[in-house]
């Protein structure tokens, strides 16, 4: 190769990285991308989650129609979750959590000897079913500033199985709605 061969050859490739270059700057004047702040479709497929005035989640698919049919072993579980923190069994102890013996339609923040946070103990209410179901749906949504960090139980059918379970952890289990 002689040397004007090798300058043509050392020319061109300067002149395709410059055109390279030129082209990305004029692409880039040209074209503004705008990103957008939200994704559109949400990861939980854009359910959406409005509360009343008590907090009540409103598009909450209800419970009570699947609890004559749930079922129980698969609730029992469904409760190994709660094991980290809670007991099931009568007169248990407290762990982080309180025992859970009888917790179906008692009164929020049921247990006499635990200490609940602020945000539970002034609730008011009862754990009725659909209470139960809402607050095991999202509970740091359901009651704001409770200290169960405790995900939620997304699954319908999953929630009315336990929540089954739970009412027969009671020497009369309260009747079905
Ligand atoms: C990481 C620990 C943890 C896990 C896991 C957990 N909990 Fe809790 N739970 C708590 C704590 C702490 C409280 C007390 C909350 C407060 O005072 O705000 C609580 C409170 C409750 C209460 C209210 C009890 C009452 O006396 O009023 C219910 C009902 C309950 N949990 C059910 C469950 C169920 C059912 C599961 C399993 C699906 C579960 N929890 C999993 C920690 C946990």
């Avoid at 007991?87 to 008692?106: A, D, Q, Y």
């Avoid at 103990?121 to 009725?128: A, I, Q, R, V």
């Avoid at 509970?139 to 995900?151: A, D, H, L, Q």
Wanted: aromatic letters at 8%; charged letters at 20%.
């Amino acid at each position: 190769m002689n040397n004007l061969e090798f300058n043509k050859i050392f020319a061109s490739i300067l002149v395709a990285l410059l055109c390279m270059q030129v082209f990305h700057l004029i692409g880039e004047g040209l074209v503004h991308p705008v990103f957008l702040e939200k994704n559109i479709l949400g990861i939980d497929g854009g359910a959406k989650i409005s509360s009343d005035s008590k907090g009540i989640e409103k598009s909450l698919e209800p419970i009570e129609p699947l609890l004559a049919a749930a079922n129980v072993t698969n609730g029992e579980k469904t409760a190994k979750k709660c094991l980290q923190c809670h007991t099931f069994e009568k007169n248990g102890p407290h762990r982080t959590g309180p025992n859970l013996w009888g917790v179906v339609m008692s009164m929020i923040a049921h247990a006499a000897d635990y200490v609940y946070s602020q945000a539970m103990k002034s609730h008011g209410g009862k754990w009725d079913y659909e209470a139960l179901n809402a607050y095991l749906y999202k509970p740091r949504e359901y009651i704001k500033g409770t200290k169960m960090s405790f995900v939620g139980l997304s699954n319908v059918q999953e929630r009315a199985d336990l929540i089954a379970y739970l009412r027969t952890l009671a020497d009369s289990p309260a009747p079905l709605p």
